[in-house]
């Protein structure tokens, strides 16, 4: 039985289809998730009438002028034909219509539901129903015997009944099938078929064969298969005949019984292997039209089924010779599934007029139809193939068997390719436009806004709307050019037309935002090259055409650079100064994609950043979406609901962050992706039930899906929390990008992440205590800031794991001396404060705190012997900038990342005890003796507490002086590391309790390391800025603050006189703040005497020069220094308090 398959053509929208003739085969009639029934007067038919039944249809039947559609809004509809005027209702359920089908005279329907039920109607009067209870999950399909006495029907609940409809019982029932739950997750679609006029059979699909059950007696008599069939059988149907009986499997097979001989007589495949889902013979049964599950529609032509070409065929063969006789039991072998010898005489006993039968038994993609089955020689039969062969060549007389196996080698040999099968490649597409065929469409659906087009017999128009009618107001155009692709932004909107044989592809811009009057311009494009996509940046527009070339242009309309692209384009996506254009870089095999990706950048030095590296997609996936997210990270989403985000800090990698998917109820649901957002983390996207694209009106709500990481085991408390710290770390990335380009960050959000994910580490370290996990504990701490690690060790001292204590504060050390060597390295860079970082996993404790501290570090050795001065000097500006508040700190915190000679602060944890623990091995520029060298081990923490603050490196002479003999430290011994530890803990203490407090420098040099009890407050003479008002009163009235509360500490009478000193009045203060002006400028002279002699009683670290010009620099720098203490240092001063 030789055919041709046609090409297929595109019918409807991605889902599910189904397919019927009209009673005379006319006419072909579709319908389709789109909720559209089209009706063709052939395959070729361009203009199809299409008739809208609802949001989804999911079966129709036609007869005597009569078509029914089970559709998604809950009823089974009825229209006239071919005219599609509504004419009723015939019947309604409570939830999803699944299958319909007419009885032999059209008298009848019977209509299945997901609600399990099975309605018998009348169609001449919808009143009289009966209604058939029993099954157990929502229904698959439903069939009438020829004979009308019984109903056949499958259910996902595994059963398969037949009914008797007067009775309305249940005369059988074979529970055969596959159970689910709903249709969408059932294994195959179980359309079953009795055979026509004589009803002898009823056919039942069943994974791979099909069942054949004799009427009446109900026996399972038969079973038809295939050993090519592979995938199971999704929908069966017989001839108009009923000799034959036709399948369509999930694999897109297409198979042919001849059901008296039990032979396949014809086997065929899906062009592209798409599932099979709705099959129709012609009238005629020269024709069988088949659906699949993309929307698409093909057909089987040249069927030889009728009774006629049967009689001729056995007349045809009452004469033939010996070698008609061989001929003969070649086709029978091809017809049970062992070769296609393609003799040129095969076909003359079924058509002995014929002139050349060798182009029958080839398809016409020109492959060959029964791939895998040749019979090239006696040695190419398979094992099956040469039993069966064997069992042919005995049944036959003596003469055919000796003729036979002589004319086997006669064959032409032709190579069989078994291997994996190249995927079609993905058209190009618009991301967030829906089909181009539809007639009411999204052009364009992104963050700025929304452009619909319109093309019907009223108006072919495009609609401009704007999320904020700021930007813009609506637009409507006349669509005149036809254009089909579109973008928008907060500049212009960008369209396309592809090009005719007459006219070329025309790209047109409205710049709505240029000041001049002419806001419009247009381009044709080179004949033969056609856009294929665009996209709008910021001052710029790119498009992607068929030759393979991307051009770019101003948004004014000049013509820029041009290129070439090493594929065909998919899609383009645009954000700011950022253009990613995804190519096919390969052909794919097996359903996979081969994609690339390029992301170039055009600032004032464009640079291309990934350079046509693959697109990771899911398997057997194709790309659905694609841009970037509201603060610049490439993105997109796959067919398979994964979306991908760039990880700039990994090497320019695509981490997966959400799965669509896992928040759908149903498989045939779907999201549609409209927007991705960092800050708040959000995927802004459109739900589609049972489809994948939204229609246009009424206007979707769009819904917010959170991102989740797939990391192991979510479900755990450790999961989780390691699943919001890398998630955290990844989503603020952008900080670090946007800064470097040149864009304001939301420094607050920055900090306030770090901040959050700081608090995620301690408490996975806090679990992992517990669990005993002590070495994950240390890796936990590798990612800290040197702040949490403080108060991890006060967490492991508390817990009683003083070992884990210990190596924590090795830990501690180690960093602080790689941040140590690190300035020293960079020292002669030019302007090493203008030089940007980039945040990434490498600086993943806070990178902005490790940035900051590099900074601290080199300025504290540029102060070198100065620093008890300026660390004196700090904490009456830390006090005085105490009574602004908190609500202050923000404003006055630079941006991170900003371009400028002075180092930017940082509002990320400060390192209290690591840097405490870079002064031991620091050796200063005036020789001490043994007793004074182990001085910096007492008082690290007090002197860095406020000095580590510091915004700009100021380099002096004494500073030149004293970094040069800085040692790098040896490994310390055990008994030194626990000393060390312990004597910082304690230092720690102190330096909290009293951040106020100044000491004499010569007395605090040699002071003991257990001797940390306050001195007097010292003089301000030892300042290098002017006093405040407050300041200066507080100097007068601490002592009757002291008097009034004599126990309390430093830090709570600096509050105390706070509060008296906000209690006055204006004019006093005012007073206050004039008087220390004047006293400011009379002890001008005086400080610096007093600093010269100190500078001398120290014995070295510089001359009066020096500090001099110490001064000068301290008071240029006077402004960055009055910072607020940071919370974080508070909170790690509050846990080295005492209990």
Not at 371 to 389: I, P, Q, V
Not at 618 to 631: C, D, I, P, Q, R
């Amino acid at each position: 039985m030789p055919s041709e398959r046609k090409p297929m053509r595109y019918g409807h929208s991605e889902g599910h289809t189904d397919v019927c003739f009209d009673d005379t085969g006319k006419y072909i009639v579709t319908c389709g998730s789109d909720g559209d029934v089209r009706i063709w007067e052939s395959l070729d038919d361009d203009d199809p009438k299409s008739i809208n039944v609802g949001e989804k249809a999911y079966a129709l039947a036609l007869k005597n002028a009569k078509l029914v559609t089970a559709g998604s809004n809950n009823t089974v509809q009825i229209h006239t034909f071919p005219d599609g005027d509504p004419d009723g209702i015939l019947t309604r359920f409570t939830t999803n219509a699944t299958h319909v089908a007419f009885n032999s005279s059209g008298s009848r329907v019977a209509a299945g539901s997901s609600d399990f039920l099975v309605k018998v109607v009348e169609v001449a009067d919808s009143s009289q129903q009966k209604t058939l209870r029993g099954h157990d999950a929502p229904v698959l399909s439903v069939s009438f015997d020829p004979k009308d006495d019984f109903l056949a029907s499958a259910s996902c609940d595994g059963s398969v009944v037949v009914w008797n409809v007067e009775e309305q019982t249940q005369a059988v029932s074979w529970p055969v099938l596959q159970k689910s739950n709903d249709i969408s997750n059932a294994k195959s679609l179980c359309r079953l078929a009795w055979q026509p006029r004589v009803a002898k059979y009823l056919a039942v699909p069943v994974e791979t064969k099909v069942h054949l059950y004799v009427r009446d007696s109900w026996d399972h008599v038969s079973t038809l298969s295939d050993d090519l069939l592979t995938q199971p059988i999704n929908v069966v149907a017989w001839s108009p005949c009923g000799k034959f009986l036709a399948a369509g499997s999930l694999a897109g097979a297409l198979t042919v019984w001849d059901v008296d001989s039990k032979l396949c007589v014809e086997r065929q495949k899906h062009e592209k292997g798409y599932t099979v889902c709705g099959l129709a013979w012609h009238p005629s049964g020269s024709q069988l039209a088949y659906t699949d599950t993309e929307g698409c529609l093909g057909l089987l032509e040249g069927l030889r089924t009728s009774t006629s070409i049967t009689k001729e065929s056995k007349a045809a063969a009452a004469t033939k010779d010996y070698d008609d006789l061989f001929d003969d039991d070649d086709d029978r072998l091809m017809d049970e599934g062992l070769s296609d010898t393609n003799s040129p005489t095969k076909k003359a006993i079924v058509r002995p007029d014929a002139d050349d039968d060798d182009d029958d038994l080839m398809p016409a993609t020109g492959r060959v139809r029964n791939r895998g089955a040749f019979l090239d020689d006696e040695n190419s039969l398979d094992t099956g193939s040469l039993k069966l062969g064997q069992t042919k060549y005995e049944d036959d007389d003596d003469a055919g068997s000796v003729t036979a196996p002589p004319a086997v080698p006669l064959a032409p040999m032709r190579p069989v390719y078994e291997g994996p099968l190249p995927t079609p490649p993905q058209k190009a597409f618009q991301p967030g436009s829906t089909p181009a065929h539809l007639t009411h469409r999204f052009m364009m659906w992104n963050s700025v806004g929304i452009v619909r087009g319109y093309n019907d017999e009223q108006d072919n128009a495009i609609d401009v709307e704007f999320h904020d009618t700021a930007v813009h107001h609506a637009m409507h155009l006349t669509n005149s050019l036809g254009h089909t692709m579109a973008d928008l932004s907060q500049e212009a909107v960008l369209l396309a037309c592809p090009g005719t044989e007459d006219l070329a592809s025309k790209l047109q811009c409205l710049h709505f935002s240029s000041w001049d009057t002419n806001k419009e311009w247009m381009v044709d494009l080179p004949k033969g090259e056609d856009v294929r996509a665009l996209c709008l940046g910021q001052g710029w527009a790119a498009v992607a055409t068929s030759a393979l070339m991307l051009r770019l242009f101003s948004v004014g309309g000049i013509q820029k650079e041009v290129f070439s692209l090493p594929g065909p384009v998919v899609c383009l996506a645009a954000h700011g100064e950022q253009l990613l254009i995804v190519y096919h870089r390969a052909t794919g095999f097996d359903g996979q994609q081969a994609l690339a990706v390029q992301l170039l950048q055009f600032g004032r030095r464009k640079r291309q950043v990934i350079h046509g590296e693959p697109l990771p997609l899911s398997h057997k996936s194709h790309l659905t979406w694609l841009g970037f997210s509201a603060e610049g990270s490439p993105s997109y989403v796959d067919s398979e609901g994964v979306v991908r985000m760039l990880n700039r800090s990994v090497g320019n990698t695509w981490t997966p962050v959400c799965n669509t998917t896992d928040t759908c109820k149903s498989r045939s649901d779907h999201y549609w992706v409209v927007g991705v957002h960092e800050s708040p983390q959000q995927l802004r996207c459109i739900p589609c039930k049972g489809s994948r694209y939204p229609p246009t009106l009424p206007r979707p709500a769009v819904a917010i899906l959170p991102f989740k990481l797939p990391l192991c085991q979510t479900s755990t408390e450790k999961g989780q929390m390691e699943e919001q710290f890398w998630r955290s770390l990844l989503f603020h990335n952008h900080y670090s990008f946007l800064s470097s380009s040149g864009y304001e960050i939301d420094e607050e959000g920055q900090s306030q992440a770090q901040k959050e994910q700081q608090e995620l580490l301690m408490k996975m370290f806090a679990l992992s205590c517990k669990l005993e996990r002590e070495f994950r504990c240390m890796e936990l701490a590798e990612l800290m800031t040197h702040n949490v690690v403080t108060l991890a060790i006060r967490y492991a001292s508390r817990s009683r794991r003083m070992a884990l204590a210990q190596r924590l504060s090795e830990l501690a050390l180690e960093k602080s001396n790689q941040m140590q060597e690190e300035p020293e390295e960079q020292e002669e860079e030019p302007d090493y404060a203008s030089v940007r970082r980039t945040s990434g996993y490498a600086q993943s404790e806070s990178t902005g705190s490790r940035y900051s501290n590099r900074h601290n570090r080199e300025e504290e050795e540029g102060r070198g012997g100065g620093g008890e001065e300026e660390e004196e000097e700090e904490e009456e500006g830390e006090a005085q900038e105490m009574e602004t508040g908190d609500a202050t700190e923000s404003r006055k915190r630079l941006n991170p990342f900003a371009k400028g000679g002075e180092s930017p602060e940082r509002p990320a944890l400060k390192p209290v005890l690591k840097e405490g623990r870079v002064n031991p091995f620091k050796v200063l520029g005036s020789a001490k003796s043994p007793a004074t060298s182990a001085q910096p081990r007492e008082r690290n923490i007090l002197d860095n507490m406020s000095s580590s603050r510091r915004s700009a490196p100021h380099s002096s002479s004494a500073g030149k002086t004293n970094k040069a003999p800085v040692l790098k430290p040896l490994p310390p011994r055990p008994k030194n590391k626990t000393q060390s530890t312990l004597l910082q803990m304690t230092g720690t203490k102190a330096a909290n309790k009293k951040p106020q407090e100044s000491t004499d420098p010569a007395v605090d040099r040699l002071k003991q390391p257990g001797n940390l009890t306050p001195s007097p407050p010292a003089d301000d003479t030892e300042n290098k800025r002017p006093k405040t008002g407050f300041q200066l009163w507080l100097e007068e009235h601490r002592k009757s603050i002291t008097a009034d509360h004599p126990d309390l500490q430093e830090t709570d009478i600096i509050k105390e006189a706070m509060g008296r000193f906000r209690t006055l009045s204006a004019e006093q203060r005012l007073s206050w703040t004039e008087r220390a002006k004047g006293h400011s400028a009379d002890t001008a002279d005086v400080k610096k005497r007093k600093r010269a002699e100190e500078e001398a009683a120290r014995g070295g670290g510089g001359g009066g020069a020096d500090n001099e010009n110490g001064q000068v620099e301290a008071d240029e720098s006077s402004a960055k220094k009055k910072k607020s203490l940071d919370p974080s240092s508070k909170l790690s001063a509050f846990a080295f308090s005492k209990n």
